[in-house]
Nanobody, 118 residues
Framework: QVQLVESGGGLVQPGGSLRLSCAAS????????MGWYRQAPGKQRELVAS???????GYAESVKGRFTISRDNANKTVYLQMNSLKPEETAVYYC????????????WGHGTQVTVSS
């Protein structure tokens, strides 16, 4: 049973930075994609960034140039470096891992709160 545990959320001032981490436990089959989503109050959950087990990364337009996703396959961990944060990016950030190709799994973490406020 794969479990995901996020860490690194917190309160940051506008323009500040945070680094989120998500550690997976259990057996993970490749190929897969690990991603970060966020959900603000009253809004739908949206994809922020994702990265495949082969290292291909993609970003939401709104975070390009400010956020960087990376992963350490050996340690089954994915990171999200967030710079120049904006108040409207206050949300619960969720980690996700999905199987690709013939792998069929879709697992979520419990989320970590990010609050951008002065």
């Amino acid at each position: 049973q794969v479990q995901l545990v996020e860490s690194g959320g917190g309160l940051v001032q506008p323009g500040g930075s945070l680094r989120l981490s998500c550690a997976a436990s259990g057996s993970i089959f490749r190929p897969n994609a690990m991603g970060w989503y966020r959900q603000a109050p009253g809004k739908q959950r949206e994809l922020v960034a994702s990265i495949t087990s082969s290292g291909d990364a993609g970003y939401a337009e709104s975070v390009k140039g400010r956020f960087t996703i990376s992963r350490d396959n050996a340690n089954k961990t994915v990171y999200l470096q967030m710079n120049s944060l904006k108040p409207e990016e206050t949300a619960v950030y969720y980690c996700n891992i999905k199987g690709l190709g013939h792998n069929n799994f879709d697992i979520w973490g419990h989320g970590t709160q990010v609050t951008v406020s002065s």
